[in-house]
């Protein structure tokens, strides 16, 4: 948390002294790749990812701007749990689908390095209430899986023109699993989008 503070009071310091227009909307296509395949103490891990989302985003202010966001994430795991043997399975590579919504919520500075060039760095929180789960096997539903997560959220965009290309990192402030222990979800996340 104290990570995510120093970049606030960054992003506040380095771009009080540069502004653009006072409201901005735009675009953005992300994908994730993560950094934590434990999703449980009872051995459960993710083997295999694809977690893509998309949201639209408004922002306004003058040296440092508010963002809010909503979009849409889809995540598509591949799980396995080994039994306490350590090397039968109790299931192995069992796919699970959930929808999320997502509404991202950032303060954003602007460091122009030109006339048509800046990067946008930011920090904030991004909360995915879940909307669907896919029919499983095995014991992933709405009674035994997050149905609120947040995450806490720092990145950096390059701005080219109306050309968006970042990277950001996101930490999980709750687990995955409700009915269990677990570690945190964390992600890295590179993006591609429009802003105008």
């Not at 992003?11 to 953005?28: N, P």
């Not at 043997?85 to 500075?109: A, C, R, W």
Request: with cysteine.
């Amino acid at each position: 948390m104290k990570k995510i503070l120093t970049i606030i009071l960054l992003t506040v310091l380095c771009s009080t002294a540069f502004a653009q227009k006072w409201r901005q909307f735009g675009l953005k296509v992300e994908t994730n790749f993560t950094l934590e395949r434990n999703y449980a103490n009872d051995g459960t891990t993710l083997v295999g990812l694809m977690n893509p989302d998309a949201y639209f985003f408004f922002r306004g202010g003058k040296y440092v701007y508010g963002e809010i966001g909503f979009g849409y994430n889809f995540f598509k795991g591949d799980f396995s749990r080994l039994n306490p043997d350590g090397i039968t399975y109790v299931f192995q590579n069992e796919t699970v689908k959930l929808h999320s919504l997502m509404i991202p919520i950032k303060l954003v500075g602007y460091i122009p390095l030109g006339k048509v060039v800046a990067i946008e760095p930011y920090a904030g929180i991004i909360y995915q209430p879940l909307v669907s789960i896919s029919n499983n096997s095995i014991d992933f539903s709405k009674k035994t899986l997050e149905q609120n997560m947040l995450f806490a959220n720092a990145g950096v965009d390059f701005k080219f023109g109306p050309i968006i290309i970042g990277a950001n990192y996101k930490y999980g402030l709750n687990t995955f699993f409700t009915n269990k222990e677990g570690k945190k979800p964390q992600f890295i996340n590179i993006c591609v989008g429009f802003q105008f």
